[in-house]
């Protein structure tokens, strides 16, 4: 763990969605290996966790408001950190919400509200940040998106979606800024125990729902994934490890079992094998 630098010297983090969970854990490693860390949120209001969980770590924290739909507002808090401390040296996007419904169960606006958060948003903050680091000649982007961003899986239609699609994204962009110094990754999380569940979208109920069988399937299969989630702890710990490492890399992974589970469709040329393993999922017994 490195000594806690001096706000002159330190280098500045923005990280996202940091009211609980991930993002909260994120903010206060960070801070607790020496950056002077941003943490945002939609409400401050809502911040009593993240400062209580700074006080216990013995560090302070910057919190700000920001919704990462809102791209004026993105421009505002991006501006308002280069204009206070100097410089942007890592941001983490980190940001996101869950969403259970198959395609017929969606309406656009589902998918719309899943492609401005998980999308969107990350791509808006990004492109905020990058002229600061490209012109420091250094600089991480890490977004934090899902093993739902390399394995689709059913009933995440929208959410599984909008994370391959940022995936897509970095990716294209990660060669591009790396002879100028600037590192964009991305970090995919399996279960991990937060309150993400509780914010999920979820497809309303109908009468003689044809899914109805299928998802009930899929819920129990999830509840016992997520009874032995990694904590949010952990995966801070990884998310800080990737945002700070020396060794650059692409893709990184939370836990053992985020590695293996993505490695189901990194090596999966037609598509077979992630197909095999998520089918069962959702099967149901023959009437």
């Known amino acids: 763990m490195s000594e806690q630098q001096s706000p002159s010297t330190a280098r500045v983090a923005l990280v996202t969605g940091t009211s609980s969970g991930m993002g909260l854990h994120t903010a206060v490693e960070l801070a607790r290996r020496g950056l002077t860390v941003v943490a945002t949120m939609r409400d401050p209001s809502r911040a009593s966790a993240l400062t209580d969980a700074a006080r216990e770590a013995g560090v302070e924290l910057d919190v700000r408001a920001l919704d990462v739909t809102d791209h004026e ?3 505002a808090c991006v ?67 899902s093993v739902g961003g390399a394995v689709g899986q059913p009933f995440a239609d929208a959410y599984c979606g909008a994370k391959f699609a940022v995936e897509g994204f970095m990716q294209s962009l990660a060669v591009v800024m790396l002879p100028h110094g600037v590192h964009v990754s991305v970090v995919e999380p399996a279960a991990v125990a937060s309150d993400f569940v509780g914010n999920v979208t979820r497809a309303d109920e109908v009468p003689d729902d044809p899914y109805a069988a299928q998802l009930s399937a ?13 904590s949010s702890r952990d995966a801070a710990v990884a998310i800080a490890d990737a945002a700070l490492s020396s060794e650059y890399r692409f893709r990184w992974q939370t836990s053992a079992g985020a590695t293996a589970f993505v490695g189901l469709s990194l090596a999966d040329t037609d598509g077979s094998r992630v197909l095999g393993a998520t089918r069962g999922w959702v099967e149901t017994a023959p009437n």
């Open 73 to 75: 507002a993105a421009r």
């Open 79 to 145: 501006e308002g950190v280069v204009a206070d401390r100097g410089r942007i040296d890592v941001l983490v996007n980190n940001a996101g919400r869950g969403a259970v419904a198959t395609a017929e169960q969606l309406s656009i606006g589902d998918v719309r509200d899943q492609l401005e958060v998980n999308y969107l948003g990350p791509v808006a903050l990004t492109k905020l940040v990058l002229p600061h680091m490209r012109e420091a000649g250094a600089g991480t982007v890490l977004t934090v998106t």
């Open 218 to 230: 899929y819920l129990a299969r999830t509840a016992g994934a997520f009874a032995g989630a990694q």
